[in-house]
């Protein structure tokens, strides 16, 4: 167990709807990012949330969205799904910001990911 | 932005031989290289990284070059076992930049 929560751990859905994956980091870490993995494909960054706030973005589709709330938790929203967004959707979250000894290294800990299948 | 690219896509080695991995990078101003080792159906799990100020660094069986000037770094896997199959990943980043991974390099180490 990496300490970052991920559920649900698997979703089967249709095309156009709506789903929400949800991520809970290791306790004290204050920033979480969301990567997308297809089918063969590499690791692919959509969004990056920090204390609450939004810090970079990536390759994120408008359709799709992402908060972190007051308990440093964050979800993932995907909307108006199409087949091509069936891929495992990772959380990552890192403790770069509370301890010095990393020296700055952006050290990820990966969830387990959410399966999602669209059908 | 930072574009990472890893070679080769897809590497076979019998039992016991070494695997060598090598990725480049594009922004100069990386500083933090990482490999991630992913199994199937399960996460992706650091490895091993190293610092823009350090030019190799081991750990057992692996280790981990990196040459700045050429931008580029590798992983080598030294007498491997079957364990050792899965995908690995590459990235980079800048301070506290997220991570660009390459596409990955899936490794079959055959008994």
């Known amino acids: 167990d990496s300490g970052v929560t991920q559920t649900p751990k698997h979703l089967i859905t249709a095309t156009g709807q709506r789903v929400t994956l949800r991520c809970s980091p290791r306790?004290?870490?204050?920033?979480v990012y969301w990567y997308q993995q297809s089918l063969d494909q590499g690791l692919q960054f959509l969004i990056q949330?920090?204390?609450?706030?939004?810090?970079a973005k990536g390759n994120i589709l408008e359709r799709f969205s992402a908060q972190q709330f007051p308990d440093l938790h964050s979800e993932l929203n995907l909307s108006s799904l199409e087949l091509g967004d069936s891929a495992l959707y990772f959380c990552?979250?890192?403790?770069?910001?509370?301890?010095?000894?990393?020296?700055?290294?952006?050290?990820?800990?990966f969830g387990a990911g959410s399966r999602l299948t669209v059908l | 932005g930072e574009n990472v690219e890893q070679h080769p896509s897809t590497l076979s080695v019998q039992e016991g031989d070494s695997a060598v991995i090598k990725c480049t990078y594009s922004?100069?101003?990386?500083?933090?290289f990482p490999w991630y080792k992913q199994e199937l159906g399960k996460r992706p799990q650091l490895i091993i990284d190293?610092?823009?100020?350090?030019g190799e660094k081991k750990d057992q069986r692996i280790a981990v070059t990196l040459n700045k000037t050429a931008k580029h770094f590798s992983l080598h896997i030294t007498e491997t076992q079957p364990e050792d199959s899965a995908v690995y990943f590459c990235?980079?980043?800048?301070?506290?930049?997220?991570?660009?991974f390459g596409k990955g390099t899936r490794l079959s180490v055959i008994a």
């Open positions: 990552a979250s890192t403790n770069r910001d509370r301890v010095m000894g990393n020296s700055g290294a952006n050290v990820l800990t």
């Open positions: 306790s004290g870490d204050l920033s």
């Open positions: 949330y920090y204390n609450g706030e939004e810090r």
């Open positions: 922004d100069s101003a990386s500083n933090y």
């Open positions: 190293i610092r823009s100020n350090v």
């Open positions: 990235a980079a980043s800048l301070g506290n930049t997220p991570l660009v």
